[in-house]
Antibody
């Protein structure tokens, strides 16, 4: 079955850029929307945005100026970059399949904790 | 952005109880609502979409209702594995937004 696995640095310094990758195994990224969601420790969920397999994107206005999402079809991967990281960006970052206005987010990765600290 | 408000934020219940969680949207979202269950240290798991459609594999003790601005998630007979946090999410318009969550604890 399809599985998602996030990877990236667990620790980022303030003002640096976070780069995360979501590896999709057991299926193709083609034809799908892929979302990123984050959850600060002990708090709720925030949708960051989606990238469609074609490369089109839609970002949350709250983060739009700092976020870039992309796809690597040959590697079956999607990526997230968040620039100018601050302590407020400390969170578990999840990738998930979905994000179009048709249904919920039906498949999630296990998430990766990113801490912003010097 | 559409604001999603859940109530209560937490409560205690016993195994076998019937429990209901409420989610209110700041504007009408028709039936474009999903519910998720999240256990500590785990990713959210989709339970219900389109306000009342059970995701494949989800036990029938879970049910959803509502449309427009007011929605409910009901667990008919609480089981030990149901003690978790629950989130609603609208997908009527972007940005997608989640409710603040409801934590169901053991009494």
């Amino acid at each position: 079955q399809v599985q998602l696995q996030e990877s990236g640095p667990g620790l980022v310094k303030p003002s640096e850029t976070l780069s995360l990758t979501c590896n999709v195994s057991g299926g193709s990224i083609s034809g799908q929307y892929w979302s990123w969601i984050r959850q600060p420790p002990g708090r709720g969920l925030e949708w960051i945005g989606y990238v469609y397999y074609s490369g089109s994107t839609n970002y949350n206005p709250s983060l739009k100026s700092r976020v870039t999402m992309s796809v690597a079809t040959s590697k079956n991967q999607v990526s997230l970059r968040v620039s100018s990281m601050t302590a407020a960006d400390t969170a578990v970052y999840y990738c998930a399949r979905g994000g179009q206005l048709l249904g919920g987010l039906g498949l999630w990765g296990q998430g990766t904790l990113v801490t912003v600290s010097s | 952005a559409i604001r999603m408000t859940q109530s209560p934020s937490s409560f205690s219940a016993s195994t076998g109880d019937r429990v209901t969680i409420t989610c209110r949207a700041s504007q009408g979202i028709r039936s474009y609502l999903a519910w998720y269950q999240q256990k500590p240290g785990k990713a959210p798991n989709l339970l219900i979409y389109a306000a009342s459609t059970l995701q494949s594999g989800v036990p029938s003790r879970f049910s959803g209702s509502g449309s427009g601005t007011d929605f409910n998630l009901t667990i008919s007979c609480l089981q030990s594995g149901d003690f978790a946090s629950y989130y609603c999410q609208q997908y009527y318009s972007y940005p997608l937004t989640f409710g603040g969550g409801t934590k169901v604890e053991i009494k």
